[in-house]
């Protein structure tokens, strides 16, 4: 119907007692100014192109300075969102600096990129000679063999699966190394340097800032040093150089113009100076990782870790009973199960007494640990090889109570190792990682058990407890059983459905997963 076409009677809009909806993106802000205009919806009756006209960077800062800080409206830091390229740092760092439930971002994927020239990180090992020269001999032996089962395998796939007629040679050879490095990633050590980009509120960035300043690891403590920092220095431009170019053009031509065009299109641009300018390092965190870490260490330490499962779906458990277990199990290596029955058989006033440990230094604006997201329906103990966790990381919602580091579970070996004949070499290099892990480990340096977590290979596995929903664990089912995905999560996802459905076996059908069992055509991606 044309604009001058006047509806019937039937199909006649209601009318309206002032303007139509408007709605329109908006693009050119600063972040902490666009979040000042957002946030004065609430407090003033501007349009948004109203506010956004009359703000400068100045009056943002008073604004944030004076709701921000001074009553904790944290909320306002969710409308400004900053972009992020964190490059250079090392597997470890950045699965403990990803590990944000409102985190939204990419990292260096061990499938489409060869690592070979990727470089380590390398601890400050002060004046112990040795225990820096048993770390570079170790991490330089993992990237050989990274390399030579890299070749081997993609040799070994393209031996056994011919290139189909119809498919280009480039493509073939892509997707054939892809596969290869699904199987030599197990080699990476966790010192391997990575990138990674990420988009996040302020809000999230000032938590993640937080606590990683608080962390054990020195890497990670600089790495939120870096963050803080790049919020409040002037951010990379990315039209900087054609700016430049149109402003000496401009010079030329009206010199008058060029300076006033200078100022506006080459001006520095800080994403959060002033969001940013007081996270530090969490009290909260430090204190109570300190004390749980003790109480674990007290209640667990003469017991041996019990065997478990792959994925184990956990009995539903009193709140009390949920909490306490779960705030031991982030600070130990033992299975939920295992942890539980220590939880269970203790007096009623000392499992509150962990459950206060959890609470006892959380300051005025501190969150409550994630610990106490607590009463979920399904709930998976899951230990897998830490390339698999990687991926399984993605999953932010779902709760993820994440344990440590360690060589004390073993190493999971992809089968295709075994049958190219490379099984008593694979198992050579990970005991020589793993006898490397613990001579590191054992030295009297305060940072030796840190330290020694980077030479552990991404065949090692790791335990995580995940707490989520019916329909989370249908998606993680559903997305990671298929058959273009890595084997390793294949499996957790699929031993996820079997456990739901073997409890639940009325909910079976609605799980539309694909059997891991069946072959795979390792050419479709």
């Known amino acids: 119907m044309s604009s001058s076409s006047k509806p019937n009677d039937s199909t006649e809009a209601p009318a309206r007692h002032g303007p139509s909806t408007d709605v329109y993106a908006v693009h050119g802000a600063d972040p902490e100014v666009l979040a000042y205009g957002m946030a004065k919806y609430s407090r003033s009756a501007l349009s948004m192109r109203e506010s956004l006209a009359e703000l400068n960077e100045q009056k943002a800062e008073k604004f944030l300075n004076t709701f921000y800080f001074q009553y904790g409206h944290r909320s306002i830091a969710d409308l400004a969102h900053l972009a992020f390229a964190v490059e250079r740092l090392s597997i470890l760092a950045a699965t403990i600096a990803v590990d944000e439930p409102r985190w939204d971002g990419q990292e260096r994927s061990t499938r489409y990129q060869d690592f070979q020239k990727s470089g380590y990180f390398v601890p400050d090992f002060a004046e112990d000679a ?58 990476l050590p966790l010192a391997t340097n990575t990138s990674l980009g990420q988009i996040v509120s302020a ?76 996270a530090e390092p969490s009290p909260y965190g430090i204190e109570t990782r300190r004390e749980l870490t003790a109480a674990a260490a007290e209640l667990l330490a003469a017991i041996a870790i019990q065997p478990a499962p792959l994925v184990d779906l956990l009995d539903a458990d009193p709140l009390e009973v949920e909490l306490a277990t779960t705030l031991l199990y982030q600070y130990s290596h033992h299975p939920y199960r295992q942890i539980r029955e220590v939880v269970e058989a203790l007096p009623e006033a000392q499992r509150r007494e962990v459950i206060d440990l959890g609470l006892r230094h959380r300051g005025r604006h501190d969150e409550v640990s994630r610990a106490y997201c607590a009463g979920q329906q399904f709930r998976f103990d899951i230990l897998m090889d830490i390339g698999g966790f990687r991926d399984m990381h993605r999953h932010r919602r779902c709760v993820q109570i994440v344990q440590g580091y360690t060589a004390a579970h073993g190493y999971d070996a992809p089968p295709e190792i075994g049958s190219a004949g490379l099984t008593a070499r694979y198992d050579s290099v990970m005991a020589r990682a793993r006898a490397a892990v613990a001579e590191l480990a054992a030295r009297a340096s305060e940072d030796a058990e840190e330290q020694s977590q980077y030479v552990i290979p991404l065949a090692f596995r790791k335990r995580t407890l995940f707490k989520m929903d019916l329909s989370e664990a249908i998606y993680i089912s559903e997305l990671r059983t298929g058959a273009a995905g890595h084997f390793s999560y294949r499996n957790v996802a699929y031993a996820m459905y079997e456990a739901v459905a073997k409890r639940y076996p009325a909910l079976a059908k609605y799980f539309r997963v694909t059997d891991v069992r069946e072959p795979v055509d390792l050419l479709k991606r």
């Open 130 to 187: 040795g225990a820096c020269a048993l770390y570079r001999e170790t991490v330089d032996l993992l990237f050989a063999e990274y390399r030579h089962f890299s070749e081997d395998m993609f040799g070994y796939l393209r031996e056994r699966t011919p290139k189909p007629d119809d498919m280009k040679q480039e493509a073939y050879e892509r997707t054939l190394h892809a596969r290869a490095f699904d199987l030599s990633r197990y080699l």
């Open 203 to 278: 809000r999230t960035l000032e938590t993640q800032v937080s606590r990683l300043l608080s962390d054990t690891h020195a890497e990670v403590r600089r790495l939120g040093e870096l963050l803080k920092q790049a919020a409040r220095d002037a951010s990379y431009n990315v039209s900087h150089a054609g700016a430049r170019e149109l402003v000496q053009e401009i010079q030329r031509e009206c010199p008058a113009v060029a300076e006033r065009t200078g100022k506006f299109l080459l001006r520095e641009v800080r994403v959060a100076p002033t969001l940013m300018k007081y």
